[in-house]
């Protein structure tokens, strides 16, 4: 049996109130994402799903290793 992959993008406020964006199956991977990155989450905010659209912005984000020409 194969792992659901990863598909959607949340936005988690750090201690710095700043913002990233991580893409995951749920929140609670979301802050272990972050976690793991190095950062340091906000705990008392939960992260937000967000759009699609900032998937570009995500700091665990795969780059398409075969374009199209």
């Known amino acids: 049996m194969s792992k659901k992959k990863p598909a959607i993008v949340f936005c988690i406020e750090l201690i710095e109130h700043e913002l990233i964006y991580v ?11 972050a976690v793991q990155a190095g950062f340091e989450p906000d705990r008392s905010v939960k992260p937000r799903i967000v759009d699609k659209l900032f998937a570009e912005r995500a700091i665990n ?8 020409a």
């Open 23 to 33: 893409i995951a199956r749920h929140e609670k991977g979301a802050l272990s994402v």
């Open 61 to 68: 984000r795969k780059e398409e290793s075969s374009k199209a």
